[in-house]
């Protein structure tokens, strides 16, 4: 059974930091595609950074240079380091499995940004 975990959310000030945490169980980790995603109030669910096996990233334009997506195959956890955090980047985070047929999702860690 496919269980995601995400941890590291809570409330910050603008400019501050947070680091997401994305435990993954029941799955072949390190053979395996990460993607971190928000969605905030009233958005769609969008992808904000993706971490193949092999350690290759890639971010979406709104958080290049300020976001920073890692693994850990060793802890089965994928991370997200987030600096220099803007008010909208107020959302909750998820991470999943990439390339599957079907979509597994955990609960989410909520951010907020203060302004």
């Known amino acids: 059974q496919v269980q995601l975990v995400e941890s590291g959310g809570g409330l910050v000030q603008a400019g501050g930091s947070l680091r997401l945490a994305c435990a993954a169980s029941?799955?072949?980790?390190?053979?395996?595609?990460f993607g971190w995603y928000r969605q905030a109030p009233r958005k769609q669910r969008e992808l904000v950074a993706a971490i193949t096996s092999g350690g290759y990233t890639n971010y979406a334009d709104s958080v290049k240079g300020r976001f920073t997506i890692s693994r850990d195959n060793a802890k089965n956890t994928v991370y997200l380091q987030m600096n220099k955090l803007k008010h909208e980047d107020t959302a909750v985070y998820y991470c999943?499995?990439?390339?599957?047929?079907?979509?597994?999702w955990g609960r989410g860690t909520q951010v907020t940004v203060s302004s």
């Open positions: 029941g799955i072949d980790f390190s053979i395996n595609a």
């Open positions: 999943k499995p990439e390339g599957w047929s079907r979509a597994y």
